[in-house]
């Protein structure tokens, strides 16, 4: 009985069996007469079976004393086997729609998408999956968490919605051990996704999945995975092998504060080009462009902005105006969707009276106020100093007790730690806000996410009542957990709201759809590189006067910038966009005024 269903059914066809033949036995025995009358032996073998299979056969009986008595024995047998099958049937059934409740069932798909691990970055992962497939019949998305199943469902649909075309396949299981993965079928999976989860040291636990990836056997996708200390990305590309693309999150989360703190609508123009919603980056061999240069190559397409190239020494982004293509490179756009990329059937004309000559702005000492403090502010510090000139202040406010710690190397920056509540609009108002050009408002790590976005919306409506009161002009990027809390942070018209946990979530979704992007937002990211930069349209083009954005640009190409859309000043606080308009039509003249800004590739 502990064997199981089918033993159990194995045992119950052999008593079926005994039952039959001994009931044959005593008739052919006792009721000679009716047997002959049932053709014999075969006959009362098929008699015998039909009373134990239907014991309402007995009903149409006719014969003697025996014959009804053996007849009422095989019907009552079969009435006791008949009854214990249906048992152990249903038993068998609702163990098993137990067992696919509880995933533990082996995921059958193939050319999925494969996400190990839970926390607040799955949502947005899943949800852009679901928008850069939504033209794709019998895509799946599998994930694979030591959760129940039936409840991460649940949650998937309650936070995304309808998956559309796409199938949502969870499985129960921990992704540090291999049992659990081969459930997932890796072996025929297009990309996979390691989680980093949500408790003490996640990089820990994002290591021993990838250990454990690198040493099943079989085919091995390529994986993307998120290590929250820079610290363990040694440790993670040892573990991971070549064919994982590893990101920093605390890194690109620090690097694009810093970007968005200094110019205004950085984060919007990032969540752009990392989103599946308007435009999105690609990599294409164009061998017509061959032999052409990279000026030449920025008018080639009518609906793609060309960003870069990518050859065989890795992608440059904004390369030199003259830098010639060659054979073997592969141009970096920026597209609508890969089928709308098509070359201009001809050059749109630059009008050369409407381009400006502006001269570069000679770098000037900043005075920067962050308030609050985390385990990310002594990064972003450091990233800070390597854009402002020498000489300039940062002024750290906040009652954190480790403000101030692990501040090395700093070249350009003087820090000065500051005694204050940041929720506190007096202690606000005595640190003089409108002597600075920017402020940062960083999250408490001493608080839960919640009460930590909390106090930082306190923080925020507080510094734009005081703008409004005195008047004063100063940017404000502020970092927050919650994505569900960017709608309330609208209301502070903060310029710039960073959430970390979507940043890496959209950014890991990304990589899983094209893994050759990762050496792009790498050259995104990075300082030493060419990064997106809201700069004054006045400084390219005449205002107020209608001009085609081909001659946009031409200007910035001039200033060896590459152009790659625009912001609407008037549109600003309309979301989703908030003004920002990339990849645009280059050949529609569009009217700019004094606050418009041109969004470009440059040195910074």
């Known amino acids: 009985m502990a064997k199981g269903t089918t033993a159990l059914i194995g045992w119950l066809a052999l008593v079926s069996l005994v039952l039959i033949v001994a009931v044959s036995v005593l008739t052919m ?33 006719a014969g003697t004393a025996p014959f009804l008595a053996i007849m009422l024995g095989a019907s009552l047998g079969g009435i006791f086997i008949v ?24 995921v059958i798909e193939s050319g999925h998408t494969v996400i190990l691990g839970w926390s607040e970055q799955l949502f947005t992962i899943v949800a852009e999956l679901l928008k850069a497939n939504a033209s794709q019949r019998g895509s799946v998305i599998a994930i694979l968490a030591d959760r129940d199943k039936p409840a991460m469902e649940d949650a998937v649909r309650a936070r995304v919605g309808d998956t559309g075309r796409t199938r949502l396949v969870c499985r129960t299981g921990s992704p540090t051990q291999p049992a659990a993965l081969d459930l997932m079928s890796l072996n025929t999976a297009r990309a996979i996704v390691v989680l ?6 996640p990089d820990a636990q994002v290591i021993k999945t990838l250990l454990a990836l690198a040493k099943r056997a079989g085919e091995h996708p390529p994986a993307v995975a998120s290590i929250a200390a820079s610290r363990n990305m040694a440790a993670a590309r040892l573990a991971g092998g070549p064919r994982v693309h590893l990101i920093d999150g605390d890194d690109i989360a620090a690097r694009l504060i810093v970007q968005s703190s200094r110019q205004s609508g950085m984060s919007v123009v990032c969540m752009d080009l990392l989103n599946f919603d308007g435009c999105e980056i690609y990599l294409r061999r164009e061998p017509s462009l061959t032999g052409r240069s ?22 440059v982004l904004n390369p030199p105006p003259d830098r010639v293509v060659g054979a073997s490179d592969e141009l970096v756009v920026l597209a609508q969707d890969d089928s709308l990329i098509r070359l201009a059937n001809g050059t749109v004309p630059v009008d050369e009276r409407r381009i400006v000559s502006a001269r570069a702005e000679e770098p000037a000492v900043e005075r920067t106020l962050m308030v609050g403090w985390n385990d990310r502010a002594a990064r972003i510090i450091g990233h800070l100093d390597g854009y402002v000139t020498s000489g300039s202040v940062l002024d750290v406010a906040t009652d954190h007790p480790d403000a101030g710690t692990g501040l090395t190397d700093l070249a350009n920056l003087t820090v000065n730690i500051k005694e204050c509540d940041g929720t506190d609009r007096y202690a606000l108002e005595s640190l003089g806000v409108g002597v600075y050009q920017h402020v940062i408002v960083l999250s408490d790590d001493r608080y839960g996410p919640r009460q930590a976005d909390s106090r930082t919306l306190m923080t925020l409506l507080q510094l734009r009542d005081m703008q409004a009161i005195l008047g004063e ?48 937002f790498g050259q995104l990211f990075d300082s030493a590189g060419a990064e997106a930069y809201p700069r004054p349209v ?15 640009v031409e200007s910035a190409l001039r200033r060896g910038e590459t152009a790659i859309g625009y912001r609407v000043a008037a549109r600003i606080g309309e979301p989703p966009q908030y003004g920002v308009v990339l990849n ?19 040195e910074h």
């Open 29 to 61: 025995w006792l009721a000679p007469d009716e047997a002959l009358r049932h053709d014999g032996w075969p006959g009362v073998l098929w008699l015998s079976l039909m009373h134990a299979l239907s014991p309402g056969k007995i009903s149409g009986d």
């Open 83 to 106: 009854s214990i099958l249906v048992g152990v049937l249903a038993a068998g059934l609702r163990g098993k729609i137990e067992e696919l409740r509880k995933g533990r069932s082996r």
């Open 196 to 201: 980093s989860p949500e408790q003490d040291d």
């Open 294 to 315: 990279y000026g030449e190559a920025l008018g080639a397409y009518a609906t793609a902005s060309v960003l870069g190239l990518r050859t065989s020494g890795g992608v």
């Open 473 to 520: 002009k100063y940017s404000i990027a502020s970092e927050m957990h919650d994505e569900n809390n960017r709608s309330l942070a609208e209301v502070t018209e903060a310029d710039d709201i960073v959430i970390s946990d979507t940043v890496i979530g959209l950014l890991l979704a990304q990589l899983a759809e094209n893994p050759h992007l990762a050496e792009v």
């Open 538 to 552: 006045e400084n390219y083009v005449t205002t107020g006067v209608p001009v085609a954005f081909q001659t946009v």
């Open 584 to 602: 645009p039509d280059r050949s529609r003249a569009m009217t700019f005024t004094l606050g418009d800004s041109v969004i470009v590739l440059a």
